[in-house]
């Protein structure tokens, strides 16, 4: 069973930074797409922020959030991570970890996603 239980979040200033991070368990994640994406209360959709390759190490980025956001793993590849730096007001948003069995492409953004975390808030204020 794929298991996607995340922490962090929370509240920040303008500029300031937060780490949000996901335990993944119960799939093999070299063989998985894994990513983080957002949603903005009353938004229908979430939009895609990063996801990256655990096997050859590429990453794609949402345009809003390069050169600010990086998503990584620990060595051992049980530990998703989304470190955000330079956080501004409009970051304001649920942030959901999620995996899904698919090639990482800076398409795989925009896709519907099988696996989500249980989503945790960020809130920047001005």
């Known amino acids: 069973e794929v298991r996607l239980v995340q922490s962090g979040g929370g509240l920040v200033q303008d500029g300031g930074s937060l780490r949000l991070s996901c335990a993944a368990s119960?799939?093999?994640?070299?063989?998985?797409?894994i990513g983080w994406f957002r949603q903005v209360p009353g938004k229908e959709r979430r939009e895609g922020v990063a996801?990256?390759?655990?096997?050859?190490?590429?990453?794609f980025y949402g345009d809003s959030v390069k050169g600010r956001f990086t998503i990584s793993t620990d060595s051992a590849k049980t530990t998703l991570y989304l470190q955000m730096n330079n956080l501004k007001p409009e970051d304001t948003a649920v942030y959901y970890c999620?995996?899904?069995?698919?090639?990482?492409?800076?398409?795989?953004?925009?896709?519907?996603?099988?696996?989500w975390g249980q989503g945790a808030e960020v809130t920047v204020e001005a």
């Open positions: 119960g799939f093999p994640i070299d063989e998985y797409a």
């Open positions: 996801c990256m390759d655990t096997m050859d190490g590429k990453r």
């Open positions: 999620a995996a899904d069995y698919r090639w990482v492409t800076p398409e795989a953004l925009d896709a519907d996603w099988d696996y």
